[in-house]
């Protein structure tokens, strides 16, 4: 690769809002120690250290793996219903083994303390680098990016036009969306290039978050700044140029409006606070998981374009036509305390 044909940015990715970024695995009962009823403190549990303390104290590990009496059945989000785990708390308590010979890391629990945790929770964890390095994944911020890109194309056209593409048929409108529009762009993404970001400083805890009324655990990072790098092709740069992106960015997030009072008082504080102390180079974006339905190019262009009929397609249980705006408080998530996700402030810098 030529490095002389890119024009090159650092990037700096400050959170604005917790982040979520799965990696896929889940944290089970039987890898963690957690008495949920008397402290907000998880402790994952180091197998091999667990393995030696019970050869020491003649306790047979293998043999307890086994005993209903250790077994609880718990909610699972990657298995989508519940599944039966061993509970490593009950283990670890019964045989009194010291926490601080078996702990790999420990982690603040967050949740809301008025509602009851009935079952040991799986917790979905953040997604990290074969060092155990926290990070945002390049591909993260391009999709960002390619969102804000689309819908400034798709804002061009007519009702007729958006309507027209997908012939209110769901199968379609996705066959259509991925024919005649991504893949349109999708060579142009290409000469746009982008290293993943990394964490320096930043907070995790274990944290409890909300669709409507149905819960999960995840580890989120709570404040940070990641960083890394962008390439763009210099033949590109007046198509692909960051500070068109950070004009977009603005229009986008102020064309938002909500009616959850979470999600509507954090657009109010971008347009009021944030916005107008944006330098040029400068942008605000979201990225992560919980974003919910309005913050996709296929959401906004649905709920503006096609209205309930569109959204029917989508969302076949919705048994009633809303207000106006088309909002969907179940396609969201927010954390224990009402705080909304993926919020961040991108900084970049030309690199010479």
Not at 12 to 28: D, N, Q
Not at 86 to 112: A, C, G, H, Q, Y
Not at 330 to 351: I, M, P, Q, R, V
């Amino acid at each position: 690769m030529n490095e002389n044909l890119f024009q090159k940015y650092k990037v700096e990715i400050e959170l604005l809002s917790p982040l979520f970024i799965g990696s896929g695995k889940e944290w089970y009962p039987n890898e963690y120690y957690w008495n949920k009823d008397r402290e907000n403190f998880l402790y994952l549990i180091d197998f091999e250290k667990l393995r030696e303390k019970c050869k020491e104290r003649n306790i047979d590990l293998l043999h307890s793996l086994k005993e209903e009496r250790f077994f609880e059945k718990i909610s699972s989000p990657s298995a989508k219903g519940e599944v039966k785990s061993f509970i490593l708390t009950k283990f670890i308590e019964e045989n009194k083994i010291p926490l601080s010979e078996i702990t790999e890391k420990v982690f603040e629990v967050k949740r809301d303390l008025k509602r009851a945790i009935k079952s040991f929770p799986s917790v979905r964890e953040f997604i990290k680098d074969g060092n155990g390095n926290y990070f945002i994944p390049g591909s993260s911020l391009k999709g960002c990016l390619r969102t804000l890109y689309l819908w400034e194309e798709i804002s061009k056209w007519s009702i007729e036009e958006k309507r027209h593409l997908i012939k209110f048929n769901k199968k379609k409108a996705s066959k259509d969306f991925q024919q005649n529009i991504e893949k349109k762009y999708n060579s142009l993404f290409q000469k746009i290039r982008f290293s993943d970001f990394y964490f320096k400083e930043f907070e995790v805890s274990i944290t409890q978050i909300f669709r409507g009324k149905i819960p999960q655990f995840v580890e989120i990072i709570e404040k940070g700044k990641a960083k890394g790098e962008i390439w763009i092709e210099k033949d590109y740069l007046d198509k692909l140029d960051l500070k068109k992106f950070k004009e977009i960015s603005t229009k986008f997030y102020s064309s938002k409006s909500h009616r959850n009072q979470e999600v509507k008082k954090r657009l109010e504080i971008l347009e009021t606070k944030v916005f107008p102390e944006l330098k040029d180079n400068e942008m605000v974006i979201r990225l992560g998981f919980g974003k919910g339905f309005d913050f996709t190019t296929v959401g906004d262009w649905i709920k503006k374009s096609l209205g309930f009929k569109g959204l029917k397609l989508w969302f076949p249980n919705i048994k009633q036509k809303l207000n106006t705006v088309f909002d969907f408080p179940l396609t969201y998530w927010k954390t224990y305390n009402g705080n909304s996700l993926g919020w961040a402030k991108l900084t970049f810098f030309e690199k010479t």
